[in-house]
């Protein structure tokens, strides 16, 4: 794998480990729930930590970079840390940036970032810790940290800790040991801690100076995922050997990858830091098991605002798009990209490569959150950073440290109208779930409710793992995943079965958690404004909640299956004289050109123009507030198929999650109401 210039690099690049303490000169910055804190420090004024004070839960990535922060990938984003967090009804970040014309954080001379439990929840996008670090963040303690941020954070460099007594002892000016920022960490994450970063580490593993701890698990009772975890273990780093005999939680090392992809959001970033560390004439490992997307930022310059664009931001999201294009070019990397009118793209990555190219029990990584979807195939498929993908070119394996998992069994026969989606808002309901406990851990999918449904709709499922804030979500290759195979992919029927054969979880496999869930107890579905974790029955909401915007598409909601649900609630509402309402706008966006496809040879497209609703080619689109379908005021109301709804996830308004039923049928009546099947 390692090429000659390779070796010549590794050899030739100045490596050294971290000093064994750590001194923090700079401010301690306190992301309160009070906006008039926040503003009291960015105006210098220092605030002691105490257990007293409330500090922000739940801050997800996108109130740390915004959508439109990740247009610059350079350090240009040490000025925007911050910029959508929102305390109470404020948003002190953006606010001082608006008075200033600069960053407060930067200017502040803060080094340690605080705040509640679940810091870096939602999108994967490394521009959040690079922003933090750029800016001078040299330290992150938070009640809780999710997984891929937490990642991201070590392999640039960062460190991260839950101890909230270091508060004092930085106050105080103390050395702090470097162990404390490693400790109970497995072997190798502490040496990339040491190190430095992950690239530094893989640099020392690549010369020897690393070690790799063998893994010995003897054969034991072993999940799905961890049984393909096992097949793509490095077992040897040099002589290449892949696999091992058995897995454990807390086992760690790397794993080879079968599919590596990244979109326009990421890819700039990991070249840059490619063609930064090995030089431009450095070539990738394997190109032809690396995808580049171009599906976050089509419609981008249909939606963005006359002030953004006074800025200059559609010119610079414009460079993501060639920086892309060019890298894969120079490399050889095959770019999923725009129509040649421009009309929208390919498709939305997840749904590419479920369709197109992933198999059950291959290990995928992609640049995304919801990296996951490909789950419904029986694949071990997750989120990674900025720093994993880079790395990846190089070496074509990842880190991983063996989660445990959680089975989440759902049992029964549902309701005639309830869907995957409305499986999943239950689940983000349950107590377990929205405490956090499944932070991290692989969710298995399993029971007859969720084997009666078709792949599609399993992939609802497995993308949402990522609102879970799970490593992975992956349901068990079946008949019905081997007839998808066939039909989606061409691969003739014994062949299909023989993929998905032994992909099972062992009798007598271990789970941190079994959930068991009654599906014939389940009602339809709806995640109140704010996090996808607010699900309550749409029965339950208090009165009727009019809407002004529909929204059925994403990666989640945009597959045939979805198609389907949408046709047949605005079939039944033709065939009863019925429009979308006058006062509703109901967006309908494919997740890929096969799926407008599907659409066009099934008549769904004269029945969504007939009912008044507005299709859309795939793009990410509204999901990430940068395409139509996204709210403009704060008093719109949405009722939306997307995954997340967190806030200004897609706008400043008001945003409900559901299923496409829900959502569909929402549109008709002009409030959020559940679909009722007549007979």
Same mark, same amino acid.
């Not at 640039?156 to 702090?176: A, M, P």
């Given at each position: 794998?390692?090429?000659?210039?390779?070796?010549?690099?590794?050899?030739?690049?100045?490596?050294?480990?971290?000093?064994?303490?750590?001194?923090?000169?700079?401010?301690?910055?306190?992301?309160?729930?009070?906006?008039?804190?926040?503003?009291?420090?960015?105006?210098?004024?220092?605030?002691?930590?105490?257990?007293?004070?409330?500090?922000?839960?739940?801050?997800?990535?996108?109130?740390?970079?915004?959508?439109?922060?990740?247009?610059?990938?350079?350090?240009?984003?040490? *000025?925007?840390?911050?910029?959508?967090?929102?305390?109470?009804?404020?948003?002190?970040?953006?606010?001082?940036?608006?008075?200033?014309?600069?960053?407060?954080?930067?200017?502040?001379?803060?080094?340690?970032?605080?705040?509640?439990?679940?810091?870096?929840?939602?999108?994967?996008?490394?521009?959040?810790?690079?922003?933090?670090?750029?800016?001078?963040?040299?330290?992150?303690?938070?009640?809780?940290?999710?997984?891929?941020?937490?990642?991201?954070?070590?392999?640039?460099?960062?460190?991260?800790?839950?101890?909230?007594?270091?508060? *004092?002892?930085?106050?105080?000016?103390?050395?702090?040991?470097?162990?404390?920022?490693?400790?109970?960490?497995?072997?190798?994450?502490?040496?990339? +801690?040491?190190?430095?970063?992950?690239?530094?580490?893989?640099?020392?593993?690549?010369?020897?100076?690393?070690?790799?701890?063998?893994?010995?698990?003897?054969?034991?009772?072993?999940?799905?995922?961890?049984?393909?975890?096992?097949?793509?273990?490095?077992?040897?780093?040099?002589?290449?050997?892949? /696999?091992?005999?058995?897995?454990?939680?807390?086992?760690?090392?790397?794993?080879?990858?079968?599919?590596?992809?990244?979109?326009?959001?990421?890819?700039?970033?990991?070249?840059?830091?490619?063609?930064? $560390?090995?030089?431009?004439?450095?070539?990738?490992?394997?190109?032809?098991?690396?995808?580049?997307?171009?599906?976050?930022?089509?419609?981008?310059?249909?939606? $963005?605002?006359?002030?953004?664009?006074?800025?200059?931001?559609?010119?610079?999201?414009?460079?993501?798009?060639?920086?892309?294009?060019?890298?894969? %070019?120079?490399?050889?990397?095959?770019?999923? =990209?725009?129509?040649?009118?421009?009309?929208?793209?390919?498709?939305?990555?997840?749904?590419?490569?479920?369709?197109?190219?992933?198999?059950?029990?291959?290990?995928?990584?992609?640049?995304?959150?919801?990296?996951?979807?490909?789950?419904?195939?029986?694949?071990?498929?997750?989120?990674?950073?900025?720093?994993?993908?880079?790395?990846?070119?190089?070496?074509?394996?990842?880190?991983?440290?063996?989660?445990?998992?959680?089975? +989440?069994?759902?049992?029964?026969?549902?309701?005639?109208?309830?869907?995957?989606?409305?499986? $999943?808002?239950?689940?983000?309901?349950?107590?377990?779930?929205?405490?956090?406990?499944?932070?991290?851990?692989?969710?298995?999918?399993?029971?007859?409710?969720?084997?009666?449904?078709?792949?599609?709709?399993?992939?609802?499922?497995?993308?949402?793992?990522?609102?879970?804030?799970?490593?992975?979500?992956?349901?068990?290759?079946?008949?019905?995943?081997?007839?998808?195979?066939?039909?989606?992919? /061409?691969?003739? %029927?014994?062949?299909?079965?023989?993929?998905?054969? /032994?992909?099972?979880?062992?009798?007598?496999?271990?789970?941190?958690?079994?959930?068991?869930?009654?599906?014939?107890?389940?009602?339809?579905?709806?995640?109140?404004?704010?996090?996808?974790?607010? /699900?309550?029955?749409?029965?339950?909401?208090?009165?009727?909640?009019?809407?002004?915007?529909?929204?059925?598409?994403?990666?989640?909601?945009?597959?045939?299956?979805? $198609?389907?649900?949408?046709?047949?609630?605005?079939?039944?509402?033709? =065939?009863?004289? %019925?429009?979308?309402?006058?006062?509703?706008?109901?967006?309908?966006?494919?997740?890929?050109?096969?799926?407008?496809?599907?659409?066009?040879?099934?008549?769904?497209?004269? @029945?969504? *123009?007939?009912?008044?609703?507005?299709?859309?080619?795939?793009?990410?689109?509204?999901?990430?507030?940068?395409?139509?379908?996204?709210?403009?005021?704060?008093?719109?109301?949405?009722?939306?198929? @997307?995954?997340?709804?967190?806030?200004?996830?897609?706008?400043?308004?008001?945003?409900?999650?559901?299923?496409?039923?829900?959502?569909?049928?929402?549109?008709?009546?002009?409030?959020?109401?559940?679909?009722?099947?007549? =007979?």
């Amino acid at each position: 794998m390692e090429t000659n210039e390779l070796r010549e690099i590794v050899a030739k690049w100045p490596l050294s480990r971290r000093s064994e303490t750590m001194r923090f000169e700079g401010r301690t910055l306190l992301l309160a729930e009070d906006p008039d804190l926040i503003r009291r420090q960015l105006a210098g004024e220092n605030v002691a930590w105490s257990p007293s004070l409330k500090l922000r839960d739940d801050i997800s990535t996108d109130e740390i970079t915004p959508a439109y922060i990740c247009y610059y990938y350079d350090e240009t984003l040490g *000025e925007y840390p911050y910029h959508g967090l929102k305390a109470s009804e404020a948003f002190p970040f953006r606010e001082f940036f608006e008075a200033h014309g600069h960053g407060g954080v930067r200017a502040g001379g803060f080094a340690v970032s605080v705040s509640g439990t679940r810091r870096g929840k939602g999108s994967s996008r490394e521009q959040s810790p690079w922003a933090e670090m750029v800016a001078g963040i040299r330290l992150v303690v938070a009640g809780s940290i999710e997984r891929i941020y937490r990642q991201n954070c070590q392999n640039l460099g960062v460190l991260t800790s839950t101890d909230f007594s270091l508060l *004092e002892r930085i106050r105080r000016g103390e050395e702090i040991p470097l162990a404390e920022f490693t400790r109970g960490e497995d072997p190798i994450t502490r040496q990339v +801690i040491e190190y430095g970063g992950l690239f530094p580490f893989n640099v020392a593993r690549l010369r020897g100076e690393a070690s790799l701890p063998p893994l010995a698990t003897p054969p034991r009772p072993m999940t799905l995922a961890e049984k393909i975890l096992a097949s793509h273990f490095v077992a040897d780093a040099a002589t290449g050997a892949i /696999g091992v005999a058995a897995v454990k939680p807390g086992d760690s090392g790397f794993v080879r990858t079968d599919l590596r992809f990244s979109h326009e959001y990421v890819t700039p970033m990991a070249a840059i830091f490619f063609e930064k $560390m090995l030089g431009p004439q450095a070539r990738v490992a394997d190109p032809g098991s690396i995808l580049f997307f171009r599906d976050h930022l089509t419609f981008l310059d249909r939606v $963005m605002t006359p002030e953004r664009r006074a800025m200059g931001l559609l010119e610079v999201a414009n460079q993501l798009k060639v920086k892309q294009e060019e890298f894969g %070019r120079a490399q050889g990397i095959r770019v999923h =990209g725009e129509l040649a009118d421009g009309s929208g793209s390919e498709g939305i990555c997840h749904s590419v490569v479920s369709q197109s190219y992933a198999l059950p029990g291959q290990v995928i990584i992609g640049s995304d959150s919801h990296t996951p979807h490909s789950g419904a195939l029986g694949c071990v498929a997750f989120g990674v950073g900025t720093t994993d993908v880079f790395n990846s070119w190089i070496t074509r394996d990842v880190r991983v440290r063996v989660p445990e998992s959680v089975l +989440i069994r759902v049992s029964g026969h549902p309701p005639a109208s309830l869907t995957a989606k409305d499986f $999943m808002l239950a689940i983000l309901a349950h107590p377990y779930v929205k405490s956090g406990k499944a932070i991290g851990k692989i969710v298995e999918y399993a029971g007859s409710a969720v084997e009666a449904l078709g792949v599609d709709e399993r992939a609802t499922m497995t993308n949402m793992a990522a609102e879970v804030g799970a490593f992975t979500g992956i349901v068990a290759p079946d008949e019905t995943t081997a007839r998808y195979l066939e039909r989606v992919r /061409g691969i003739p %029927r014994a062949e299909a079965e023989r993929l998905c054969a /032994g992909w099972r979880s062992d009798p007598g496999a271990e789970y941190a958690m079994v959930i068991e869930i009654d599906a014939s107890s389940l009602r339809p579905m709806v995640a109140l404004p704010g996090d996808p974790g607010n /699900g309550v029955p749409v029965a339950d909401l208090p009165g009727r909640v009019a809407i002004q915007i529909a929204y059925g598409g994403s990666c989640t909601a945009g597959k045939p299956e979805d $198609m389907d649900m949408y046709a047949r609630v605005l079939a039944a509402a033709l =065939g009863a004289g %019925r429009r979308v309402h006058p006062d509703v706008t109901f967006w309908i966006q494919f997740g890929s050109q096969e799926v407008k496809a599907y659409c066009r040879e099934k008549g769904y497209l004269q @029945i969504f *123009e007939k009912a008044g609703a507005k299709v859309i080619e795939p793009s990410c689109g509204a999901c990430i507030n940068a395409g139509p379908g996204v709210s403009t005021r704060t008093d719109q109301v949405t009722v939306s198929a @997307i995954n997340r709804n967190f806030p200004g996830r897609s706008g400043p308004g008001q945003m409900y999650l559901a299923s496409p039923l829900t959502v569909a049928a929402s549109a008709i009546e002009g409030y959020i109401t559940e679909f009722r099947p007549r =007979g």
